[in-house]
């Protein structure tokens, strides 16, 4: 499962606001926010629904044990997406690679 860092790394990776992750998750801002700073631990369902939303935009968990948790752009990017472009909640995915 997503671990608070991951989230915040993630939203980094592809240029996301809490705003934008929290719309693509369907959850309430304030939950990423306390998530991300580790202030309360969100439902599993929540949790599941903000790393659905990561794996969606093209982040991808690495999880090789405690040395090596982060992450990076799968494969499976959309055209478009990176800094400052694409990706957002409600964009175009015609492009697909």
Known sequence: MITASQC???RALIEWTEDQLAEA???SVRTI???EH???LPPMTSLQAIEAALLGAGVALVDGGK???GVR???KRRVGDG???GGRPGGDDRHRR
Do not use: K, Q, Y
């Open 8 to 10: 915040r790394a993630g």
């Open 25 to 27: 998750a369907r959850v």
């Open 33 to 35: 926010a306390d998530f």
């Open 38 to 40: 580790e202030r309360n």
């Open 67 to 69: 040395a090596e948790v």
């Open 73 to 75: 752009h799968s494969r």
């Open 83 to 85: 800094p400052g472009a």
